[in-house]
């Protein structure tokens, strides 16, 4: 097996080069270290307020505008301050207030003296399967295995805003430092003072106790071109020559896809750039998961925006807060005690899989391109690197079905969604949940465990979903139907929901009579 080079020969490091320009550090003589300048501050902030003097929001912006300086980037944005002194000196309670100045800056200022040296016992362990902390640019899979610990000191970076910002915008990487999130507390929004309220929990809660775990983020990829050893990006032929069966489907018309018992991937309801407006004044699916989960934050640090045969898996982020409400009404409701299992590496079993949904208006979305582009999306998000040969074999014929593999017990993993796209994307519950059968079916997924949060528009899923079950459909028969449906909807030639038009009352007798054969 090849060794990794040491950490003195951490100059060396593609990985590290990838990420050093988005870093606050800085490398000279084969080790990572703070700016002299930097330090200093650091160091007086890790001693308290009676040193540091930082015991208000507004000192505290103060105290980060000097840290900034010192890392040759701009002062804070005022409104940026004026937010920090808002939140800090207004919205928080006095007792809590204190106890932040008092124990959780100076404990987060020593978590930053001690980013060189994480950073560089990163590099020097990452391996096996692993890069170290790199840039994930588009079409560039890979997996980089971060501990929590360091990216609780990475976190810290972004909220006290010491990434450097320059060139960000030409790797098509998001925004990650905090500011904004600040600055838009400046409008009064109740959800975004509960927003900032569970990442001060956050911060509470892992310089309370530093958590041992692991966490992983994977950059997904379906190659357009074909390759030696794995699946390329599948054509409307391809999804109409699968020999797949369709999975179990579970309809829950409550529930949440966080709260979800059974290990499955939990679908991220994801903007292309991940975390969506998580750290400006987003508060829907993404960002409230972002919001309940932060370690997801950081994969906004490195991950490049997805193109549409991408999708990103983040595995081990910890739960911390408890919530209530959606959109205006969230709030943070509390303390979140995780108790998921962890993995071999460490990691909690908390998987979650961002895909982006198509944002058009909603007649494109029957177009054939826009139906491909979306299952190919969900497929990309699913699928298990591992069973790329058995992929290609489903895809190559549909009268295979006798063939299908067994699930092996030991990788009972499904997929937990819901209405994938259907908000201001505009997509269709409907054939937005046939999609996502037929994309977990197809990559071998047991189960789909579908939360309708009580759309009216899906109160005949279940029955749909019995229906099209009791025939032993394939994922190619239920393609082949999205498509006509589709195409009918296109020539205006029905106007019905999927559910209508496809079940038998509403059906051509002999359509009914070829899809039951």
Not at 291 to 317: K, Q, R, T, V
Not at 325 to 344: E, N, Q
Not at 487 to 497: A, D, H, I, N, V
Request: with cysteine; net charge negative; glycine share 6%.
């Amino acid at each position: 097996m090849e060794e990794e080079p040491p950490a003195s020969d951490l100059a060396a490091r593609g990985d590290l080069r990838s990420a050093l320009p988005f870093l606050p550090v800085v490398l000279r003589g084969g080790a990572l270290f703070w700016p002299p300048a930097a330090q200093e501050s650091l160091r007086a902030l890790a001693l308290g307020p009676d040193v540091s003097r930082v015991a208000s929001g507004d000192v505290l912006a103060d105290a980060l505008t000097d840290l900034r300086l010192a890392l040759a980037l701009p002062a804070l944005p005022q409104r940026a301050a004026d937010g920090l002194a808002l939140f800090f000196d207004d919205l928080l309670s006095r007792a809590q207030a204190r106890g932040w100045f008092a124990e959780v800056v100076p404990n987060l200022a020593r978590l930053l003296l001690r980013l060189p040296t994480l950073l560089e016992d990163h590099y020097a362990k990452a391996g096996h399967g692993a890069s170290g902390l790199r840039v994930l640019a588009s079409q560039d899979a890979g997996l980089v295995l971060l501990s929590q610990e360091l990216v609780a000191a990475l976190l810290t970076c972004a909220l006290f805003c010491l990434f450097p910002t320059a060139g960000r915008a030409q790797a098509c990487l998001p925004t990650i430092n905090f500011d904004g999130l600040f600055t838009a507390l400046i409008h009064r929004s109740q959800s975004q003072e509960q927003k900032v309220r569970c990442l001060v929990h956050y911060f509470e809660r892992v310089t309370d106790s530093t958590p041992a775990g692991f966490v992983s983020f994977e950059r997904k990829v379906l190659p357009r071109q074909p390759v030696s050893d794995g699946i390329t990006y599948p054509d409307i032929h391809a999804w109409l020559a699968s020999s797949a069966p369709l999975c179990q489907f579970r309809v829950f018309s409550s529930g949440f896809i966080e709260d979800e018992e059974q290990e499955a991937l939990q679908v991220d309801f994801a903007n292309k750039y991940l975390g969506g407006g998580a750290l400006s004044r987003g508060c829907v699916q993404e960002e409230i998961r972002f919001m309940i989960n932060p370690e997801l934050i950081l994969g906004m640090l490195f991950m490049a925006s997805m193109e549409d045969n991408e999708a990103i898996e983040i595995f081990g982020a910890e739960r911390f807060s408890q919530y209530m409400g959606y959109g205006s009404s969230f709030r943070f409701v509390g303390d979140y005690l995780d108790t998921k299992p962890f993995d071999s590496v460490g990691r909690r079993r908390t998987r979650i899989v961002a895909i982006d949904a198509l944002d058009c208006p909603a007649r494109l979305h029957y177009e054939s391109d826009c139906l491909l582009r979306e299952v190919n999306k969900a497929f990309c998000g699913f699928f298990d690197q591992s069973k790329c040969q058995l992929y290609v074999k489903l895809f190559q014929d549909s009268h295979n079905k006798d063939n299908f593999p067994s699930i092996n017990s030991n990788e009972y993993i499904g997929v937990s969604t819901g209405n994938w796209g259907c908000g201001a994307f505009g997509g269709n519950p409907e054939i937005k949940s046939m999609i996502q059968w037929i994309a977990a079916s197809q990559a071998l997924r047991p189960f789909v465990n579908y939360y309708t949060f009580e759309d009216a528009s899906l109160e005949r899923l279940e029955e749909v979903i019995q229906w099209i079950l009791r025939h032993g459909w394939t994922v190619s028969e239920l393609w082949h139907m999205l498509i006509e449906y589709s195409s009918q909807r296109l020539r205006g030639e029905t106007y019905k929901g999927f559910f209508a038009w496809l079940l038998p009352s509403n059906r051509p007798n002999n359509e009914v009579h070829y899809m039951s054969e």
